[in-house]
């Protein structure tokens, strides 16, 4: 499956900003998908997860209530609502696929080439 993430930019602290995720492939239904970021000079890190009917959704705890992750398997997207946005936000976000139920990168198969997200104070 190949993925193209988009919807980044540059947003004030407390805007809001959605990003999307388009996945090729038949067997997109069939994966779960997540969504991550990494800010300069750091890990990349767990932001979102959806298992594949998307009756389960998981998020780290930076964006607990603020972030709402969802997909639309007819169309083949995923996406982050991302809302009252921080400074700490700011990282380029990536969407990744085939993990049941994954917190690490390690656990999925695919990825996007990211979207940048700037949130200034």
């Known amino acids: 499956v190949q993925l193209q993430a988009s919807g980044g930019g540059l947003v004030q602290a407390g805007d809001s900003l959605k990003l999307s995720c388009a996945a090729s492939?038949?067997?997109?239904?069939?994966?779960?998908m997540g969504w991550f970021r990494q800010a300069p000079g750091q890990q990349r890190e767990f932001v979102a997860g959806?298992?594949?009917?998307?009756?389960?959704?998981y998020y780290a705890d930076s964006v607990k209530g603020r972030f709402t992750i969802s997909r639309d398997n007819a169309k083949n997207m995923v996406y982050l609502q991302m809302n009252s946005l921080k400074s700490e936000d700011t990282a380029i976000y990536y969407c990744?696929?085939?993990?049941?139920?994954?917190?690490?990168?390690?656990?999925?198969?695919?990825w996007g080439q990211g979207t940048l997200v700037t949130v200034s104070s």
């Open positions: 990744a696929a085939d993990a049941v139920y994954g917190l690490t990168s390690t656990q999925y198969n695919y």
């Open positions: 492939g038949r067997a997109f239904s069939s994966y779960g």
């Open positions: 959806i298992t594949w009917s998307g009756s389960t959704k």
